[in-house]
């Protein structure tokens, strides 16, 4: 992963945006952006997870824009440092957010005392969630974010929107006008969905 670390880290160097110093200092230094996981037991729930999920989604969120850029110019795509923001930080609120726990969990059949087959079971070191401020994650890392940079509004709406469409009425209502300000939010949308599907496995921790 430290190969990794710094190839982000040489991304994100040539930002131009105010506050992106700070930004990458508080990443590299106060957080565990690049050992944290990318969830708890999904895709990339691995050490260093979340920073390869994210690497992973803007390498293919790049590849989706060159190829839109092309097939129909009229469509908005924005420029490769707001592609850098948006990729690399459309998790950010995944930073001090997960901590490592023990449970007892069942690993194959083992042979008791008494000469009987029964579960084996064994404590295992896993992910649980230390969430300090419950919000949904979207919006979250918008808000985190603002803290250092300042955002665009069809950044704003990309990383709040990235998860796809909701479950509640009224979000997808949000969700979908969304969409109609910005057609770009659905490249955000299936770029994340496709690295965690098709680049990404997940750890089995139970």
């Given amino acids: 992963m430290e190969n990794l670390k710094e190839i982000i880290l040489a991304e994100l160097s040539t930002i131009q945006r105010e506050g992106m110093g700070r ?67 459309h998790d950010f609120a995944k930073c001090n957010f997960y901590k490592k726990g023990f449970k007892n969990v069942k690993e194959g059949k083992k042979i008791n005392n008494y000469g009987k087959e029964v579960d084996n079971w064994i404590e295992k070191e896993v992910y649980e969630i230390d969430d300090k401020f419950p919000l949904n994650h979207g919006c979250k890392s918008v808000i985190m974010l603002q803290n250092f940079i300042k955002l665009k509004d069809y950044e704003i709406l990309s990383i709040a929107h990235h998860m796809g469409i909701p479950e509640t009425y009224e979000d997808k209502k949000a969700f979908h006008k969304a969409l109609e300000l910005q057609k770009f939010i659905i490249l955000v949308h299936t770029a994340d969905f496709e690295a965690s599907v098709l680049l990404e496995e997940v750890n089995k921790q139970k």
Wanted: proline share 4%; net charge negative.
């Fill in 23 to 89: 930004l990458i200092d508080y990443i590299s230094n106060k957080t565990d952006y690049f050992t944290a996981p990318a969830s708890m037991n999904g895709h990339s729930n691995i050490d260093g997870g979340l920073c390869l999920h994210s690497h992973f989604v803007y390498e293919i969120l790049k590849d989706k824009c060159d190829y839109w850029r092309n097939k129909k110019p009229e469509i908005f795509i924005p420029d490769n440092d707001s592609l850098k923001i948006i990729a690399y930080f």
